[in-house]
Structures are given as structure tokens and as C-alpha cells.
């Protein structure tokens, strides 16, 4: 088997240690405006709404948005268990990608039929959010730069034969990295943003239209009943004509689609602000978002600080699925990014990391989100977004809201909105399932990006696992 680039060309552990020394560990997107936040209160009484949305991450706060700008005599209550945007809200790389199947690749294979339409909507999808951005002035450092895909490794260079491939000498003039053999430039299906300050943002969007959210507000029981649907909580409850859930990685209220997502965590670095020396031997002067072609990948992108997010490559999912607080500080996850940041920019040796942290992300078995509903179609539910959800949520906002309603639109007819996917199987299934696909994974990058027999096996049955 041969050895990955990130083997090849070793970090020494002192360079590691020093450059994590210091760093603290929370996400640097809910860090760095703490002190524009707005305190929610609790929900402490009995009330009713129209429309009952649970969870505050993207997911809920789109569908919060776009539920007012639908109907603006609609009353919309927002309950959160924790703060808005706390957890993959505000964790995520900020790839604010147009894709809404996980990529052009998945969504063409599992619907080839619609691929063409799926990637229209989409791009419609990215072209709305900015201009929300624009017609609302959110100040979230949207910036549509486009993303790089990098190959690392000899065999990559040749899956990116075609039109718009860069050679190594190109797509080093855009960043300079030793690692990048070839690549390819999306100009105009991604942009990068700052995602606490969307999160924040979206939330202060959704109250002036009307909303009410109430933070640490955590939802214990769903009740339908002849007059709604009775969400408690530990202080109050709301009754509700229909209910949005959006509770991502954690368990849903629906027992029925527990296992159609699982929590698997990702681990991210964020360094300090690069001097204008270490810029400058890098490059990035149009500040695209990166991510590497290998199974395990990396993703990483600049902010408007000149910081470097590097994140990626190790996935883990924890026996039984929990989602808990004690797994975002992985010690041996945070030392593996370290090195293979310093292989990837071994000019940039001497830096240091600010800020490390680790989350959960919902992932499903088609690596993509899907839509449910419940209760006669008082309830819609979407989960399973694999990692790009930031763009990707407010189109699963408008398709719950369609659901809801009762609407036939396009999005309420795609197949892909239409299907459900096979959910993962119960323990210890899943945790040997999850850990068999991982060392296949890790194998294909071992060896040229062969796929073995499990792969190529999922592969015909459109299962996996991913992050």
C-alpha cells in the first residue's frame, strides 16, 4: 500500500505541540461575536402559534424567515434548547455551497434524471441567499469566491482531466501549496461567509418580521391531538396549527427516522491571523474556499482576518450515536490537522492555532438531506445534510413550508424531496457498518483511489457513510 502525501512529509511533534499550545477549545465563529449576542428568553408559559419550529440552527431560522415573508400574519414560534446557532450552525467551515445533493457526482447518480433541474435549483438557491444578504443587510462576510478542488495525490490529477483544470503551477498561483499537483476552480457555486455572524444575524432577521424565539427552550415530548400539536417544554409548552423540526445531529422527536441519521463528528483549527509576510507567501489573493480530492478530504479557507480554517479528514462516529459534549476535544484529531497543516503550508511553520473545536454533523445514507412529514402533515422534518448544510437548509426550509401547506411546486415533485433513504442499522450494526466503510475508505487512499469490493458494493446500492 502506498503512503499519502500526509505521510510522506511528516511534521516534527514540537512544531505541533507549540503551534496548538494556547489554542482554546470552542468554535471560533461563536467566539468571535459573543459580544454582539442577543439573549432569547425561555419559554414559560402555556401559548399557541401557527407555526412551532424546533431548533435554532440554519435549518430553523430560514424556515422561520421564509414562513413570515410567505404570510407575514402567521404566528411563528422558535424554541431552541440551547443558544442560536450553537451547534453545526456554528461549527461548519462556512462553504455556503450551491449544491443541495452533496455534490454534482451524488446527486447525478442517485437522480439522473433530475440532476440538471437539482443543480439549477440549487444555484437559485445560492443566488437567494445573497440576495437576502443584500436586501436585509447581513453582515456575515459573504464573499462568492468559488472553491478549489486540489489534487494531492498523482491518481486525483487524472480525475480532473477536462475543461476547466488547473496544472500544478496554476492552481499554485492561486495558493501556493507543494501538495497541489492540479485543480479546478468553481467560480460560481460556493461562497464563504462567517457563519456565526449569519446564524446571529438570521436570528435578528427572523424577530423583526415577527418571530419569537425563545432560546434554552428544549423540547421533551410532541403530542398531536385534535387541535394541534402540543411541543413541551421543561418551563412551558406551545400548541401549534403545524411544526417545523430541525434538530440536525440529535435524536428526532419522530421515532420513526432515528436511524436515518447519525452523529459523526468533525474536528477543525483555526490559526491565528497570518502577518502580511505570511500571506503574501501564499497567495489566496481571491480567497476561494479549498478541499482536497481524497476519501478522508480536508476543507479549509481564509477569513476576512486573514486567519486560515483547516478542518477535515478524520470522521468519527461514536458507538451508540450519542451527541455529547465530552467528544468535541479530540486531542489525537487536533495533532493529526496540525501536521498535515504544516505539510500543506510548510512556509507558514511558526504559526500558531487560536482556536480548536470539534461538533457533530447529521450524515444519512445517500449523504444528502431528506424531507418527512408526520401526524396527517402537521409536522415536516428534514435532517441528514452531510456536512453542507449552510446553503442547503434554506432550500430545505421552502420545501417543508411547501409540505406543510399542502403546495405542488417543483421542489415538492422532485424525486430526490420524494424518497426517503434506508436508515443506518441499529447498534452494534451501525458502529461496525461505520467502521468497516472508514478502513475502506482509508485503503482506496491508500491505494490509488481503488475502490475494494465493500466500496463498490455501496456504491451499487447508493448507500455510504460521509461527512
Same mark, same amino acid.
Given at each position: 500500500?502506498?503512503?499519502?502525501?500526509?505521510?510522506?512529509?511528516?511534521?516534527?511533534?514540537?512544531?505541533?505541540?507549540?503551534?496548538?499550545?494556547?489554542?482554546?477549545?470552542?468554535?471560533?465563529?461563536?467566539?468571535?461575536?459573543?459580544?454582539?449576542?442577543?439573549?432569547?428568553?425561555?419559554?414559560?408559559?402555556?401559548?399557541? !402559534?401557527?407555526? @412551532?419550529?424546533?431548533?435554532? +440552527?440554519? $435549518?430553523? %431560522?430560514?424556515? /422561520?424567515?421564509? *414562513?413570515?415573508?410567505?404570510?407575514?400574519?402567521?404566528?411563528?414560534?422558535?424554541?431552541?434548547?440551547?443558544?442560536?446557532?450553537?451547534?453545526?450552525?456554528?461549527?461548519?467551515?462556512?462553504?455556503?455551497?450551491?449544491?443541495?445533493?452533496?455534490?454534482?457526482?451524488?446527486?447525478?447518480?442517485?437522480?439522473?434524471?433530475?440532476?440538471?433541474?437539482?443543480?439549477?435549483?440549487?444555484?437559485?438557491?445560492?443566488?437567494?441567499?445573497?440576495?437576502?444578504?443584500?436586501?436585509?443587510?447581513?453582515?456575515?462576510?459573504?464573499?462568492?469566491?468559488?472553491?478549489?478542488?486540489?489534487?494531492?495525490?498523482?491518481?486525483?490529477?487524472?480525475?480532473?482531466?477536462?475543461?476547466?483544470?488547473?496544472?500544478?503551477?496554476?492552481?499554485?498561483?492561486?495558493?501556493?501549496?507543494?501538495?497541489?499537483?492540479?485543480?479546478?476552480?468553481?467560480? !460560481?457555486?460556493? @461562497?464563504?461567509?462567517?457563519? +456565526?455572524? $449569519?446564524? %446571529?444575524?438570521? /436570528?435578528?432577521? *427572523?424577530?423583526?418580521?415577527?418571530?419569537?424565539?425563545?432560546?434554552?427552550?428544549?423540547?421533551?415530548?410532541?403530542?398531536?391531538?385534535?387541535?394541534?400539536?402540543?411541543?413541551?417544554?421543561?418551563?412551558?409548552?406551545?400548541?401549534?396549527?403545524?411544526?417545523?423540526?430541525?434538530?440536525?445531529?440529535?435524536?428526532?422527536?419522530?421515532?420513526?427516522?432515528?436511524?436515518?441519521?447519525?452523529?459523526?463528528?468533525?474536528?477543525?483549527?483555526?490559526?491565528?491571523?497570518?502577518?502580511?509576510?505570511?500571506?503574501?507567501?501564499?497567495?489566496?489573493?481571491?480567497?476561494?474556499?479549498?478541499?482536497?480530492?481524497?476519501?478522508?478530504?480536508?476543507?479549509?479557507?481564509?477569513?476576512?482576518?486573514?486567519?486560515?480554517?483547516?478542518?477535515?479528514?478524520?470522521?468519527?462516529?461514536?458507538?451508540?450515536?450519542?451527541?455529547?459534549?465530552?467528544?468535541?476535544?479530540?486531542?489525537?484529531?487536533?495533532?493529526? $490537522?496540525?501536521?498535515?497543516?504544516?505539510?500543506?503550508?510548510?512556509?507558514?511553520?511558526?504559526?500558531?492555532?487560536?482556536?480548536?473545536?470539534?461538533?457533530?454533523?447529521?450524515?444519512?445514507?445517500?449523504?444528502?438531506?431528506?424531507?418527512?412529514?408526520?401526524?396527517?402533515?402537521?409536522?415536516?422534518?428534514?435532517?441528514?445534510?452531510?456536512?453542507?448544510?449552510?446553503?442547503?437548509?434554506?432550500?430545505?426550509?421552502?420545501?417543508?413550508?411547501?409540505?406543510?401547506?399542502?403546495?405542488?411546486?417543483?421542489?415538492?415533485?422532485?424525486?430526490?424531496?420524494?424518497?426517503?433513504?434506508?436508515?443506518?442499522?441499529?447498534?452494534?450494526?451501525?458502529?461496525?457498518?461505520?467502521?468497516?466503510?472508514?478502513?475502506?475508505?482509508?485503503?482506496?487512499?491508500?491505494?490509488?483511489?481503488?475502490?475494494?469490493?465493500?466500496?463498490?458494493?455501496?456504491?451499487?446500492?447508493?448507500?455510504?457513510?460521509?461527512?
Amino acid at each position: 500500500m502506498s503512503q499519502t502525501v500526509f505521510e510522506r512529509h511528516t511534521t516534527a511533534p514540537g512544531v505541533i505541540q507549540t503551534a496548538l499550545a494556547g489554542s482554546i477549545n470552542q468554535p471560533f465563529w461563536m467566539d468571535d461575536v459573543a459580544t454582539r449576542r442577543v439573549e432569547y428568553p425561555p419559554l414559560r408559559e402555556h401559548t399557541v !402559534a401557527d407555526l @412551532a419550529i424546533v431548533g435554532g +440552527g440554519f $435549518l430553523g %431560522l430560514w424556515t /422561520a424567515i421564509l *414562513a413570515k415573508e410567505r404570510d407575514p400574519s402567521r404566528s411563528v414560534l422558535l424554541l431552541e434548547g440551547r443558544r442560536v446557532g450553537w451547534a453545526a450552525s456554528g461549527r461548519n467551515g462556512g462553504f455556503c455551497e450551491a449544491s443541495i445533493t452533496h455534490g454534482e457526482d451524488n446527486g447525478r447518480s442517485r437522480w439522473p434524471e433530475e440532476c440538471e433541474r437539482l443543480d439549477a435549483l440549487g444555484m437559485q438557491n445560492l443566488d437567494e441567499i445573497a440576495a437576502t444578504i443584500a436586501r436585509y443587510a447581513i453582515d456575515c462576510d459573504f464573499e462568492r469566491s468559488g472553491v478549489l478542488t486540489v489534487a494531492v495525490e498523482p491518481y486525483q490529477v487524472a480525475q480532473l482531466h477536462g475543461d476547466g483544470c488547473l496544472s500544478a503551477a496554476a492552481i499554485r498561483a492561486e495558493v501556493d501549496s507543494p501538495t497541489f499537483l492540479a485543480g479546478h476552480w468553481d467560480r !460560481a457555486g460556493c @461562497a464563504m461567509l462567517h457563519p +456565526g455572524k $449569519l446564524a %446571529l444575524e438570521l /436570528a435578528r432577521i *427572523a424577530v423583526g418580521l415577527g418571530v419569537r424565539i425563545c432560546e434554552h427552550s428544549a423540547v421533551t415530548a410532541l403530542q398531536p391531538g385534535a387541535d394541534g400539536v402540543r411541543l413541551a417544554t421543561a418551563h412551558g409548552s406551545v400548541r401549534a396549527a403545524r411544526v417545523v423540526l430541525a434538530t440536525n445531529a440529535f435524536p428526532s422527536l419522530l421515532k420513526r427516522y432515528r436511524w436515518h441519521t447519525i452523529p459523526v463528528y468533525d474536528y477543525v483549527l483555526m490559526t491565528e491571523p497570518l502577518s502580511a509576510a505570511q500571506l503574501a507567501s501564499v497567495g489566496w489573493r481571491n480567497r476561494q474556499g479549498i478541499a482536497d480530492m481524497g476519501n478522508q478530504f480536508h476543507y479549509y479557507r481564509i477569513t476576512r482576518d486573514n486567519r486560515i480554517l483547516f478542518g477535515g479528514y478524520d470522521a468519527v462516529y461514536n458507538f451508540g450515536g450519542k451527541v455529547r459534549g465530552e467528544y468535541d476535544d479530540r486531542p489525537a484529531s487536533f495533532a493529526r $490537522l496540525a501536521g498535515h497543516f504544516f505539510t500543506t503550508f510548510p512556509q507558514l511553520e511558526g504559526l500558531r492555532f487560536s482556536h480548536r473545536w470539534g461538533g457533530a454533523i447529521d450524515t444519512s445514507t445517500r449523504f444528502c438531506a431528506f424531507f418527512g412529514t408526520a401526524h396527517g402533515g402537521r409536522v415536516a422534518y428534514a435532517a441528514g445534510f452531510t456536512g453542507l448544510g449552510v446553503g442547503a437548509t434554506r432550500f430545505a426550509g421552502n420545501v417543508l413550508l411547501d409540505r406543510l401547506e399542502g403546495l405542488d411546486t417543483e421542489r415538492t415533485r422532485l424525486r430526490m424531496v420524494r424518497e426517503t433513504p434506508p436508515p443506518f442499522p441499529p447498534e452494534p450494526l451501525a458502529w461496525l457498518a461505520v467502521q468497516s466503510t472508514r478502513w475502506a475508505l482509508n485503503r482506496a487512499d491508500h491505494n490509488h483511489g481503488k475502490r475494494n469490493l465493500l466500496l463498490r458494493t455501496l456504491d451499487a446500492l447508493g448507500l455510504g457513510f460521509d461527512s
